[in-house]
């Protein structure tokens, strides 16, 4: 087994957290691994718990200029009563996510050895195998995404050996029927929430297969399958005829089509990116739960850092594909009914988090649920705009749901009334420009960049500095103690408002320069105005980056949001080259987080990973690496906050690539932050900002050769301190260098090596 590509255990699954998880984008499904009673929740990404509905408060508005002028004044008790009444949803709650049952197979084995279950992250194969009663039995699961269904196969090498009964539940019972169809497929319909349909259906070889009442069975088979197919309300009128005729289509094509069709579309974009780690010890022949364990216990294990890194992406195949929904705060892998914090989109970090790292890994066909979902947002927002806040534009809270609902969400100060979730989204449009410098995409999403900073351009209001700031807001979800001895959760001008304006209102400057016309050339200009008036992110008393507007103190020094180091990551406001005092006071921000007892949820550390990538300190890095393993990753390698929260994986993902390669400020960087435990590897087919796509090899913490492929045309910006030579074609490339960066031209289609000389 590939140690790096390859979890595998030596007994079933336990609980939820133990078990391996399939996807297709749009169906989800949790793999047990049972020998004799087999379980695989199940999931589909459009099951919430029911419509749209208008939460707007009507009392906002008139309420507003109240609240500013109190806060202004620091009466921050008075300002959150009178919010709690104005500015809450009228009601408190946006839709939530639900699962859609549980598969059961009952198998008739008795007692078993040489069990082995495994998940292949270079097929999306989840296998088990172990014998019982002298035969050897296999049962295979994927998730099909050109099929559209989950399949179960089982196999054996005796013939006639394979006997199961099966069948669909769970939900609380809350579902309207579940019997037969026909011989074959059983029909599973619920119409709590969002109406949906399952259908399975069960195929043999050899032996006899068909339905009893609600169930499916086998007997005596040499081969058989169990197809599972699914469709909402949501998606389409006729969900149940279109779920059957999923199932149906799917089964009138042999099994070893259907892996070979599943396997060639996820490997089309898996095998574009690559990471290898140099080995360290003997424990990555280990089984993965045992692997994680010697983590905990102190040791280095590169090739499952190299694991977690692939595992984001396999995530990212198996959870968010074209035409699907966004991935949610548990991707779409989710048991419970009411999920912890509803499974919704929270946008004042984990939804945003769970997308840093795939632009980088060669994955932006996987970023368009999210673009989707910003548009579903964008009608919503505009409403709540008008009728909240009397401004121009789009905006929405802190959280929303499959509906794109924008108004406030829960009645919990220090999260609900913060205006930024639309904004910090829409940031990621610009994001996918520069990394594809795809002028077209650019162009359709221009006007939901413009509405996103136009809110502001209205909100915005002035403060006795002159600066333009938000009030209200919050800085999400922290508390601090006032000048007057109060504590506070509303205030002016959080610093990381500030920081997402400055990179949105950038972002449409920078989208309209390219694009050019008339329409938004006012707009614009006034944006640009705006931006030059946002203030600068302030170091305060302890040497660190303020994060509120005064310098107050935390109630909670070691909070799980860093949210004043957002212009570290994901922005690009700080940096130690072009900013090396802010760097500083970053460092600081982040050593007093630290020392205090942050980063305690997994989330939380894997932003951290992040931040000391960007500040180039290769050693924290490798200790919060160490950190997000030992403490953070379930047995299944699934993050934990606790409880599971998926945004942890991609943001852990994330920071091993920014390890390795960053491409922020302009400029190309190579192992800007090794951690010392990676003394060689090597990576292929990282994307870039500016177009490009990357792939080199390193040796003793070093870099031993490189090359970029243009995509675009772009000029390129080497940042090492190694003397370089550049060739294409045979011939070298001039090189025009400038402070530890090397600068030259390049062609759209042509791959350049970078040899160290």
């Known amino acids: 087994m590939n140690p790096s590509t390859e979890l595998y255990y030596n007994s079933p699954a336990a609980d939820w957290n133990d078990a391996l998880p399939v996807g297709n984008g749009r169906m989800g499904g949790m793999v047990f691994g049972k020998p004799a009673d087999e379980l695989i929740q199940l999931n589909e990404d459009s099951l919430w718990s029911g419509g749209f509905r208008n939460r707007n408060n009507p009392k906002a508005y008139d309420n507003l200029e109240k609240i500013r002028t109190l806060i202004r004044e620091e009466k921050t008790t008075e300002a959150e009563e009178l919010c709690a009444d104005a500015f809450y949803g009228t009601n408190e709650n946006q839709r939530h996510y639900q699962p859609l049952g549980d598969l059961h197979i009952w198998q008739s084995v008795g007692e078993y050895e040489g069990y082995v279950r495994s998940l292949s992250l270079d097929t999306a194969v989840c296998v088990t195998t172990?014998?019982?009663?002298?035969?050897?039995?296999?049962?295979?699961?994927?998730?099909?995404?050109?099929?559209?269904?989950?399949?179960?196969?089982?196999?054996?090498?005796?013939?006639g050996s394979i006997s199961f009964v099966s069948a669909i539940d769970g939900r609380d019972d809350n579902y309207d029927k579940n019997e037969a169809y026909d011989d074959k497929t059983v029909l599973f319909t619920v119409s709590d929430g969002i109406p949906?349909?399952?259908?399975?259906?069960?195929?043999?070889?050899?032996?006899?297969?068909?339905?009893?009442?609600?169930?499916?069975?086998?007997?005596?088979?040499?081969?058989?399958?169990?197809?599972?197919?699914?469709?909402?309300?949501?998606?389409?009128?006729?969900?149940?005829?279109?779920?059957?005729?999923?199932?149906?289509t799917a089964a009138r094509k042999p099994y070893e089509k259907l892996l070979d069709r599943h396997i060639s579309d996820y490997r089309s974009l898996f095998d574009r990116c690559s990471l290898t780690l140099s080995p360290v010890g003997e424990n990555i022949t280990k089984p993965t739960d045992e692997r994680l364990a010697d983590v905990k216990n102190g040791v280095y294990d590169n090739e499952l850092v190299a694991m977690y890194f692939n595992?984001?992406?396999?995530?990212?195949?198996?959870?968010?594909?074209?035409?699907?929904?966004?991935?949610?705060?548990?991707?779409?892998?989710?048991?419970?009914?009411?999920?912890?914090?509803?499974?919704?989109?929270?946008?004042?970090?984990?939804?945003?988090?769970?997308?840093?790292?795939?632009?980088?890994?060669?994955?932006?066909e996987c970023c368009t649920p999210l673009y989707d979902h910003i548009e579903r947002m964008r009608e919503n927002g505009r409403v709540t705009a008008r009728s909240m806040y009397r401004c121009r534009g789009a905006v929405c809270h802190h959280n929303t749901d499959i509906w794109g609902d924008t108004a406030p969400q829960d009645k919990w100060l220090p999260?609900?009334?913060?205006?930024?979730?639309?904004?910090?989204?829409?940031?990621?449009?610009?994001?996918?420009?520069?990394?594809?410098?795809?002028?077209?995409?650019?162009?359709?999403?221009?006007?939901?960049?413009?509405?996103?900073?136009?809110?502001?351009?209205?909100?915005?209001?002035?403060?006795?500095?002159?600066?333009?700031?938000?009030?209200?807001?919050?800085?999400?979800?922290n508390t601090y103690y006032a000048t007057n001895g109060r504590t506070g959760t509303?205030?002016?001008?959080?610093?990381?408002?500030?920081?997402?304006?400055?990179?949105?209102?950038?972002?449409?400057?920078?989208?309209?320069?390219?694009?050019?016309?008339?329409?938004?050339?006012?707009?614009?200009?006034?944006?640009?105005?705006?931006?030059?008036?946002?203030?600068?992110?302030?170091?305060?008393?302890?040497?660190?980056?303020?994060?509120?507007?005064?310098?107050?103190?935390?109630?909670?020094?070691?909070?799980?949001?860093?949210?004043?180091?957002?212009?570290?990551?994901?922005?690009?406001?700080?940096?130690?080259?072009?900013?090396?005092?802010?760097?500083?006071?970053?460092?600081?921000?982040?050593?007093?987080?630290?020392?205090?007892?942050?980063?305690?949820?997994?989330?939380?550390?894997?932003?951290?990973?992040?931040?000391?990538?960007?500040?180039?300190?290769?050693?924290?890095?490798?200790?919060?690496?160490?950190?997000?393993?030992?403490?953070?990753?379930?047995?299944?390698?699934?993050?934990?906050h606790p409880p599971f929260q998926i945004d942890g994986n991609f943001g852990g993902g994330a920071g091993i690539g920014e390890a390795v390669f960053q491409s922020e400020c302009g400029e190309l960087h190579f192992l800007?932050?090794?951690?010392?435990?990676?003394?060689?590897?090597?990576?292929?087919?990282?994307?870039?900002?500016?177009?490009?796509?990357?792939?080199?090899?390193?040796?003793?913490?070093?870099?031993?050769?490189?090359k970029i492929i243009s995509l675009a045309g772009q000029p390129a910006v080497i940042r090492t301190d190694k003397k370089i030579t550049v060739t294409a074609n045979s011939k070298n490339i001039p090189l025009a260098e400038n402070n530890g960066t090397y600068s030259f031209d390049t062609e759209q289609g042509m791959v350049y090596t970078i040899s160290v000389t």
């Open 490 to 640: 509303l205030c002016s001008g959080p610093s990381m408002d500030s920081q997402i304006l400055y990179t949105l209102f950038s972002a449409v400057i920078g989208a309209y320069d390219i694009l050019g016309g008339d329409e938004y050339a006012k707009t614009v200009s006034d944006i640009r105005a705006a931006r030059d008036r946002l203030p600068k992110p302030q170091i305060g008393k302890y040497g660190q980056i303020m994060e509120w507007a005064r310098d107050y103190d935390e109630v909670e020094p070691g909070h799980r949001h860093i949210s004043q180091l957002y212009a570290l990551y994901p922005a690009d406001m700080i940096s130690p080259v072009k900013t090396p005092e802010l760097a500083a006071a970053a460092r600081a921000t982040l050593e007093r987080r630290l020392s205090h007892g942050g980063g305690h949820t997994g989330w939380s550390r894997a932003w951290i990973i992040n931040m000391w990538a960007r500040l180039f300190d290769g050693e924290k890095v490798g200790e919060n690496i160490q950190a997000l393993l030992a403490h953070s990753t379930s047995i299944n390698m699934f993050d934990m």
């Open 415 to 477: 999260g609900t009334l913060w205006p930024m979730g639309l904004a910090w989204l829409c940031t990621h449009i610009w994001e996918h420009f520069l990394f594809t410098r795809d002028e077209d995409f650019l162009a359709e999403k221009f006007d939901t960049l413009v509405e996103s900073a136009e809110f502001f351009l209205d909100y915005l209001t002035e403060n006795d500095e002159g600066c333009l700031v938000t009030n209200p807001s919050v800085s999400p979800e």
């Open 130 to 159: 172990f014998t019982s009663g002298g035969v050897k039995y296999t049962r295979t699961v994927i998730a099909s995404h050109p099929d559209e269904v989950i399949i179960v196969h089982f196999s054996a090498d005796k013939k």
């Open 672 to 706: 800007p932050a090794l951690p010392p435990m990676w003394k060689s590897g090597s990576v292929k087919g990282l994307g870039a900002r500016g177009g490009f796509e990357v792939s080199f090899d390193w040796a003793e913490g070093s870099l031993s050769s490189a």
């Open 311 to 364: 595992f984001s992406r396999y995530l990212m195949i198996a959870g968010s594909r074209e035409g699907t929904l966004p991935l949610n705060l548990q991707g779409i892998w989710n048991k419970d009914m009411w999920p912890a914090w509803g499974g919704k989109y929270t946008i004042n970090i984990n939804t945003e988090m769970n997308y840093w790292g795939a632009l980088m890994q060669n994955l932006p």
């Open 196 to 248: 949906y349909a399952c259908a399975i259906t069960v195929r043999a070889k050899g032996g006899q297969c068909g339905t009893d009442a609600n169930r499916l069975f086998c007997k005596d088979a040499d081969e058989a399958d169990i197809i599972i197919a699914a469709q909402s309300a949501w998606r389409t009128g006729d969900y149940e005829k279109k779920a059957v005729s999923q199932a149906k």
